[in-house]
């Protein structure tokens, strides 16, 4: 599978043209890189690498675009303004234009014998699935393959199988979705765990305020009491009167600590004990036999509490933890 740019914004320059191609123009010949240690260099220097994931994956798709395709093979693109695939064969080697004679924006092509294009609809649904990484290059499983194939020639899909498969693909839509969710709240946990310990103390405060309370993360000092303060009127006058304790750092909190915070607690108090490390059994038995109310939030609660509120964040708040909003289909 090769993209034709945004959205497929280049698959009719690919389909007039009889070839596939992919960006990364500026550095030049790729065949001039007789290893990986010179592409990367040149990647690097053309492209930076403020994002080390991101180069790494530019280049596995730049090698697999110039080594790993050969003719014969099945090539397929993509137009979301048509939502239709072009499939066609590839033929000869890479080649590199210049300037004066890309397709599209593309500089590296391989050429391809085009043979056909195949509606999205008549594809099952975990075909549409699989073909719908956002990479811009990437290599077919055998059952795609298959299926690509089978509608090239113009066999349908089995009525019977095709009713048999609604509820499995559904189920597996549904696994895709619930693994999304999970790779997303990783990720999340992931940037909050590279916060520093006074951004902790903001993003805290971020999310309270979020949650409608007035919240300042307290003065700085050794002996200044809890981190961060917040209730209705900013003041402390109104309850509920939060006061919150964060500790950022690895290995799970014991008891002892959660007995000192709620012993600085006073009649009228509500506490937050929040520990991106976790929290011991004994502690959460500290917590729950407590007289004052107080709440244990660990890094799991703490990026669902973020997720959930995080549309009123300030932008204070979305400047220590920036995120994207993902739509998914209801059903």
């Known amino acids: 599978m090769i993209r034709a740019g945004n959205g497929g914004c280049y698959f009719d320059d690919f389909k007039d043209a009889e070839c596939v191609g992919i960006g990364w123009g500026n550095l030049g010949d790729l065949n001039q890189y007789t290893n990986q240690d010179a592409l990367r260099s040149a990647y690097i220097h053309h492209f930076g690498n403020a994002k080390p994931g991101r180069t790494a994956n530019a280049i596995a798709m730049i090698r697999k675009f110039r080594d ?5 093979d099945l090539i397929i693109t993509y137009s979301q303004e048509h939502r239709e695939y ?11 234009r210049h300037e004066s004679e890309p397709v599209g924006e593309f500089q590296h092509i391989r050429k391809v014998k085009w043979l056909g294009r195949i509606s999205r609809d008549l594809f099952t649904q975990s075909t549409r699935n699989s073909l719908g990484s956002v990479l811009t290059v990437f290599s077919l499983s055998g059952a795609v393959i298959s299926e690509v194939q089978d509608r090239l020639a113009g066999k349908p899909v089995e009525p019977s199988s095709s ?38 103390e903001e993003l805290t405060a971020a999310l309270l305020r979020a949650m409608g309370y007035q919240a300042r993360v307290s003065a700085r000092g050794p002996d200044r009491g809890v981190d961060v303060l917040a209730s209705p009127d900013g003041l402390g006058l109104t309850q509920p009167r939060i006061k919150a304790e964060v500790k950022h750092r690895s290995g799970s909190m014991g008891s002892n600590p959660i007995r000192s915070f709620i012993g600085a607690l006073r009649e009228g108090d509500q506490g937050l ?19 004052i109310p107080v709440t244990l939030i660990d890094i799991d609660l703490l990026a669902d509490l973020v997720v959930a509120n995080y549309e009123r964040f300030d932008i204070e708040g979305q400047r220590l933890l920036p995120l994207v909003k993902v739509y998914w289909p209801a059903e």
Not at 274 to 283: D, H, K, L, V
């Open 68 to 72: 790993d395709i050969q003719p014969g």
């Open 163 to 200: 009713a048999d498969d609604v509820p499995a693909a559904e189920a597996e839509l549904e696994l895709l979705r619930e693994d999304v969710v999970s790779r997303g709240h990783e990720l999340i946990k992931d940037k909050i765990q590279s916060l520093a310990p006074d951004e902790m």
């Open 273 to 291: 004990f929040i520990s991106t490390g976790g929290f011991t059994r004994e502690a959460r038995y500290e917590a729950e036999r407590a007289t």
């Open 86 to 96: 072009l499939v066609g064969e590839a033929i000869g080697q890479y080649e590199f």
